[in-house]
């Protein structure tokens, strides 16, 4: 396997994909946990605004170390 | 019909022609046909990615989704958001690195070029096609509702356009045509999302209550469950979704246009910002909007429910916040919306008939840039005819079957392939034929055996493969095939000899 992919890209990837694996099995029928309140939003809503601004800032970060 | 429709849907007519126009005088040899000969920036490429990415199914249907089942919507906008990460951190700068006009020149790069043009141009076209169809009858209907156009001669003039856009001014018309569509989305979902708080004093916990007490299950806009899919199925879409996105000939083509690895990468990052703010105003503005304002409003209903469709609730709160004006305006944004998506798509086919199946198989790199050029332009016409009559055909039938089968068909085929090629020195040929036939014989074979074709195409009483969503299953046995023939069989002479550099 050719491994020329930086750390922070490895951990930037995982986390977004970690993020969308949680709402994907917490969408599953019969789960809730993803109503938990954290904060003034549950959960739910935290993972979807996660799922928005993460590969965004990650990838504009990602992005200034490249240049 | 709204007059202001008329005058917005000529404009934008007048407008991409234009373009086109300006773009035919500017390309000339194969790369400004295929790629704009790559002097896109990379700012420019990520708003024409944004164009080409959201389509009338992200503007009007994932609002309808969250208007229907709420929160669970969110499983396609977080597919996307995957989707770029995993472009941004993995894959762009290796195939502007590594490819010229289109994804199977990487492919090509790696594994023995003949037979893996002619399977990933197999792959490309089915997606690429299937893909397509699905936008061309759905832009007929859409039309049809927005504009009073008839639906057969609806399908003419969009199957018209693309044509145009594509044989006479390439991928430099394309790109431009996305950027303006792009452009033209995001201020409209901006004013609409701004107009629609605006009636809330702009406080969004009061949208969000009002949108609360309007839906059939109170807590669905922030609990999910609304779909009501099992752990297997929702992983199977969401997946699906992902990695059929990252697998799309049309999106992959796109990072071929910009001069450099840093500026497809950089391109990707501004897609993603892009699809990512249309994205966050669809779930927590526009949705809850329609919710709000157009649910159980009698003034939006007919006898067969939402007046011309749940796809049509953005356009009904349009109307509801900005009056009739401003309803002419986003159905204006919903046609340039289709126009963007159709043209890249027709791209796509036209790539991989004339350079992969024409040049790369046929002629094995023999041929002309002025042959291949002309092979495409025909290809462009003919997708173009195919297209006119395949929605005729299919009027009015429910064809949202052939998205899944579209994007698990590239999620099973195109993905793997790509990934495996670019990281996994040990990855064969032999295997990666096995394996992409593998998957797309198992994702066809499922959509058959699932509910969304075996019931209620084909009338049968039960499916024989129980769930709507195949792309997991797919996935599964094309990756299968491919590792274990990559393992257990000879080593390719290319990848030896890649190994030893």
Redesign the interface.
């Known amino acids: 396997m050719t491994t020329d992919v930086p750390r922070f890209a490895w951990l930037s990837a995982l986390s977004m994909f970690a993020l969308f694996l949680l709402l994907l099995f917490g969408a599953a029928e019969g789960r809730s946990f993803l109503q938990v309140q954290l904060g003034p939003l549950p959960l739910s809503l935290w993972v979807v605004l996660g799922l928005h601004i993460g590969p965004v800032v990650l990838g504009a970060l990602y992005l200034r170390r490249d240049r | 019909m709204s007059v202001t429709a008329v005058v917005c849907f000529a404009i934008v007519i007048g407008i991409t022609l234009v373009i086109t126009a300006i773009a035919a005088r500017r390309t000339r040899s194969a790369a400004d046909f295929y790629v704009a000969g790559g002097r896109i920036s990379g700012t420019q490429n990520g708003l024409a990615i944004a164009g080409d990415f959201m389509s009338a199914a992200t503007l009007l249907g994932t609002t309808a989704l969250v208007f229907s089942v709420g929160?669970?919507a969110?499983?396609y906008?977080?597919?996307s958001?995957?989707a770029?990460?995993?472009f941004?951190?993995?894959l762009t700068d290796k195939l502007r690195a590594l490819g010229r006009f289109t994804f199977t020149d990487v492919l090509a790069a790696r594994l023995d070029p003949v037979p893996i043009r002619a399977l990933a141009a197999v792959t490309a076209l089915v997606s690429a096609l299937m893909y397509l169809m699905v936008q061309v009858v759905g832009a007929g209907a859409l039309i049809q509702v927005l504009f009073d156009i008839d639906y057969a001669y609806a399908v003419v003039l969009v199957s018209l356009l693309m044509v145009i856009y594509v044989a006479v001014g390439g991928m430099l018309a394309t790109t431009w045509v996305q950027i303006t569509k792009a452009i033209l989305l995001l201020v409209g979902i901006s004013v609409l999302a701004f107009l629609t708080l605006a009636e809330f004093d702009f406080d969004i916990a009061a949208l969000a209550q009002v949108a609360a007490e309007r839906h059939s299950r109170p807590?669905a806009l922030?609990?999910?469950?609304g779909?009501?899919?099992?752990?297997l199925?929702?992983?199977s879409?969401?997946?699906g979704l992902?990695f059929g996105l990252l697998g799309s000939p049309h999106l992959l083509m796109r990072f071929f246009t910009v001069p450099d690895a840093?500026q497809a990468?950089?391109s990707?990052?501004v897609a993603?910002?892009c699809v990512?703010y249309v994205?966050?105003l669809i779930?927590f503005v526009v949705g809850w909007g329609t919710v709000a304002f157009v649910k159980g409003d009698p003034a939006y209903y007919d006898g067969a429910g939402v007046a011309g469709g749940e796809n049509m609730v953005a356009v009904h709160l349009a109307r509801h916040v900005g009056g009739d004006v401003f309803f002419g305006i986003m159905s204006a944004v919903a046609f340039a919306t289709i126009l963007a998506v159709v043209a890249g798509l027709t791209l796509a086919c036209a790539s991989a008939v004339s350079h992969d199946l024409y040049a790369g198989v046929f002629k094995r790199g023999a041929a002309s840039e002025a042959q291949e050029v002309r092979v495409s332009r025909l290809t462009t016409v003919g997708v173009g005819v195919v297209m006119i009559f395949l929605g005729w055909a299919f009027e009015g039938q429910n064809v949202a079957y052939l998205v899944s089968l579209a994007l698990a068909v590239a999620a099973s085929t195109n993905f793997p392939l790509l990934v495996l090629a670019?990281?996994?020195?040990r990855f064969t040929t032999r295997a990666a034929i096995l394996g992409g036939i593998a998957g797309l014989v198992t994702t066809i074979t499922l959509t058959i055996l699932s509910p969304a074709v075996w019931v209620s195409v084909l009338g049968n009483d039960d499916a024989v493969f129980p769930s709507p969503y195949p792309a997991l299953y797919s996935m599964l046995a094309a990756i299968t095939v491919m590792v274990l023939v990559s393992l257990l069989g000879p080593r390719d002479a290319r990848a030896a000899t890649r190994a030893d550099d």
Do not use: Q
Not at chain 2, 227 to 231: A, I, N, Q, R
């Open positions: 929160y669970d969110a499983i906008l977080g597919a958001m995957v770029f990460a995993i941004i951190f993995f807590d922030i609990a999910p469950g779909l009501g899919l099992s752990t199925a929702s992983l879409l969401g997946l992902a840093y990468r950089k990707a990052v993603g910002a990512a994205g966050l779930f670019i990281y996994w020195d």
